[in-house]
């Protein structure tokens, strides 16, 4: 039994505690060397393995220090190793494609790969795994002073912002993908030229589309992850644990079914347009899942409603791979939007600040509510309209210009949020800080999206017309995408997802703070873990 930094005592064994906070920083180490992999190993460079290797484990160094400094666990040295460990595993399932190799395969190929382990891969990955539990042991050495310990809900609402940050780096890799035309680069689906997508190797990356693209598979799994490891966290640790039993049978059915059907589509059994259909049922079912669970009070069944939604995005993914869908394509990206402001949302309600807050009446909150929710929803209308033209190509050039329209009414919207944030700040009851905080970012990322959106508007008018995403096969003849038009393009697409982020949090808030009643209940069941 503790006092910890928000005043509530919590009752946890040390040995539980120690678990969550190794789990917490593992996975941001591993999150950041995925970063330091795709940018260090990207096609172009021609950096040697060496190099590559250690990037990949200065970032992963300078995660756990600088996580270590700021979050200071009370068990530093024991959290450090379990954290290295842990992001090690985790990195693993990227690094995979630097103990295997083909002889003799081309990056451009698109015959079937089987390669095999290189000779001394069992001793890189046991050699990796002991130099991060050193580096984990070491950085919690460098922890700086300690000070009182944080709670378990502030630990869960931690794992949670790292998910976030997994989650926004295969956002961007995913709008990478759709701006150099790579979603087809590899045909087969979850293998990779009929190889273990997690040993695939790297030198058969060779080809920039087929890096991009296998690199967000990767990047897909590691999100994958995180949000499963998150979800049993929950489970155990939060305090809102209403409707548990529910929230686990949608996260975990959700995947059996779909996990079933891919092993049967696989063999013949059934068809990929039943495939198709229960990713979509699967989509329905996280989305609204989500949704009740948030009104409910769950934890719980928001948590494992994710789980269920990034597995039928992933299934979607896939068969859009398979199918050539733009469709799919389309359904695809418009999801990753919605899946990442969901997983904020998840972060922000798992702090112990959302649990602890009061809501009141005042009339300067209603009207931050109100046009903090206009906001959003136009945001979202927004996302659908600039997907449409990305994966529909010429013949969605009405939605390029109506999206050019509707950003005027983003603009617009996001200004008057930002407005009624200050006023909503000056309400009796309400905390300033993290509004002001909010409408500071939300007016800096809007005006950044719009410069960002009016370049690569530009971009796209000034070149040639978009055709067909180009297969596997047709990766030599196909021109390659103009490097000013993928930049700007993703930078807006990146900077959207953020404002998106930002929207949601602000939407979150304004509906936490404000009550008809101003009862002041705390959210979602008790706040606190006894």
Not at 90 to 104: E, K, M
């Amino acid at each position: 039994m503790s006092q910890t930094d928000d005043g509530v005592v919590y009752r946890t064994r040390s040995g539980s505690r120690t678990i969550l906070e190794g789990l917490t920083l593992g996975f941001l180490a591993a999150t950041c060397a995925d970063a330091a992999w795709f940018g260090l190993s990207f096609p172009g460079l021609h950096l040697p393995r060496a190099a590559i290797g250690l990037g990949i484990l200065a970032s992963f160094a300078g995660a756990l220090i600088g996580a270590m400094r700021m979050w200071k666990p009370q068990r530093p040295v024991r959290v450090g190793a379990l954290a290295g460990g842990v992001g090690a595993a985790v990195q693993l399932l990227v690094l995979g494609s630097f103990f295997t190799h083909a002889p003799g395969e081309s990056g451009t190929s698109v015959s079937p790969v089987d390669p095999s382990l290189r000779p001394a891969a069992g001793l890189m990955a046991v050699g990796f795994l002991s130099v991060a539990v050193g580096i984990g042991a070491a950085s919690g050495m460098a922890r700086g002073k300690p000070r009182r310990e944080a709670s378990i809900q502030m630990w869960l609402s931690r794992f949670g912002a790292v998910a976030v940050v997994a989650t926004l780096l295969l956002v961007l890799v995913g709008g990478l993908v759709t701006s150099a035309d790579a979603g087809l680069a590899v045909a087969d689906w979850p293998t990779t030229r009929t190889a273990n997508m997690f040993l695939y190797p790297l030198s058969l990356m060779s080809h920039p589309r087929v890096f991009l693209e296998h690199s967000h598979r990767l990047l897909g799994s590691m999100v994958g992850l995180s949000t499963l490891v998150l979800a049993v966290l929950i489970a155990v640790f939060d305090s809102r644990q209403r409707d548990r039993v529910l929230g686990i049978a949608i996260g975990f059915g959700a995947a059996a079914v779909l996990g079933g059907l891919m092993g049967a589509a696989t063999r013949g059994v059934v068809s990929h347009s039943v495939l198709i259909a229960a990713a979509v049922l699967g989509m329905v079912a996280g989305l609204g899942s989500a949704i009740v669970g948030f009104k409910r009070g769950s934890s719980v069944m928001v948590a494992f409603a994710l789980l269920a939604l990034v597995t039928a995005q992933g299934f979607l993914g896939g068969t859009r791979v398979t199918q050539q869908s733009q469709v799919l394509a389309l359904v695809h990206g418009m999801l990753a939007m919605v899946f990442l402001s969901l997983m904020v949302a998840q972060a922000t309600w798992l702090r112990p600040a959302w649990i602890e807050a009061k809501a009141v009446s005042d009339g300067a909150v209603r009207r931050f509510r109100t046009m903090s929710t206009a906001l959003l929803h136009t945001l979202y209308v927004q996302v659908l309209l600039g997907a449409m033209y990305r994966h529909l190509g010429s013949k969605g050039m009405h939605a390029l210009f109506t999206h050019a329209a509707v950003s005027v009414a983003v603009l617009v919207l996001a200004t008057l949020c930002a407005a009624s944030a200050v006023r909503a700040a000056g309400a009796p009851g309400v905390e300033s800080e993290r509004l002001n905080l909010g409408r500071r970012w939300l007016l800096v990322i809007v005006n950044l999206q719009m410069a960002l959106g009016i370049g690569a508007m530009i971009a796209v008018l000034l070149g040639a017309s978009r055709g067909p995403t180009p297969t596997s096969s047709e990766l030599e003849q196909a021109p390659a995408a103009p490097l000013y038009e993928v930049v700007l393009s993703t930078l807006h697409h990146a900077n959207g997802a953020a404002l998106v982020a930002t929207a949601m949090v602000m939407f979150l808030w304004a509906r936490r703070l404000w009550s008809p009643t101003a009862a002041g209940a705390s959210a979602g069941g008790e706040g606190s873990r006894k």
